[in-house]
Each structure stands twice: as structure tokens, then as C-alpha cells.
């Protein structure tokens, strides 16, 4: 059973950068397409970013490519979110998800898995 576990989320300025954690114990993880989605209060769930399985394959949303930058690390079976030059609009409770199969699909409903969430304020 994949159990996603973010971290890394909290208060920065406008301009500055933090780094999110989407972590599994699971041995089938690494095998899995995994993305960030984002949710700001009164708004839809927004894609933001996946990876394929390989690490080799990415896709990033139209408001953050540029800035945000994710990657794989098969050594700790996480997903990292480096996140750059932060926005207010930013501001969102990020989620990090999977889904049981090896390519990126930017629709919500097709992921199988998901954290619990961690919250990103961005002050302008």
C-alpha cells in the first residue's frame, strides 16, 4: 500500500524558495508516476508538476514552469518540489500524488494516491 508523506511546507517572503518532500515507504513508489498538485481555499485542485516513473520525464504547469523544478531521488524513494522565486499566489496547500502507471497525466481524478498535504504561504 503507497502512503504519501509531504513535508517541507511553511511561511516565506515573496521571492524566496522552499523545497517540498513527497516521501513512501512502499517498495512500488519509484515505479510510479508521482505529481504535485496544489488547492488555494475556494479554488479547484490545480495541477502543478509530475514526473514518470523514471525520473527521465517531466511536465510542469504554465504558472510555475520556470521557477519550480522536480525531481526523483531513488535512494530515499522521495519526490522533491524545489520551489523559486515564490509568489502570494503561490499560496496553497500543496499535495503530492501517485498514480499506477509509469507516464504523467495532469487530471486529478486519475491519481490513485495522495498526502495528506502541507500548507505554502507565500507574503507579499
Known amino acids: 500500500q503507497v502512503q504519501l508523506v509531504e513535508s517541507g511546507g511553511g511561511l516565506v517572503q515573496a521571492g524566496g524558495s522552499l523545497r517540498l518532500s513527497c516521501a513512501d515507504s512502499g517498495p512500488t513508489f519509484s515505479s510510479y508516476a508521482t505529481a504535485w498538485f496544489r488547492q488555494a481555499p475556494g479554488k479547484e485542485r490545480e495541477f502543478v508538476v509530475g514526473i514518470d516513473w523514471s525520473g527521465g520525464s517531466t511536465y510542469y504547469g504554465v504558472s510555475v514552469k520556470g521557477r519550480f523544478t522536480i525531481s526523483r531521488d531513488f535512494t530515499v524513494n522521495a519526490v522533491a518540489l524545489q520551489m523559486n522565486s515564490l509568489k502570494p499566489e503561490d499560496t496553497a496547500v500543496y499535495f503530492c500524488?501517485?498514480?499506477?502507471?509509469?507516464?504523467?497525466?495532469?487530471?486529478?481524478?486519475?491519481?490513485?494516491?495522495w498526502g495528506q498535504g502541507t500548507q505554502v504561504t507565500v507574503s507579499s
Open positions: 500524488a501517485a498514480r499506477r502507471t509509469r507516464l504523467i497525466v495532469a487530471d486529478v481524478s486519475r491519481y490513485d494516491y
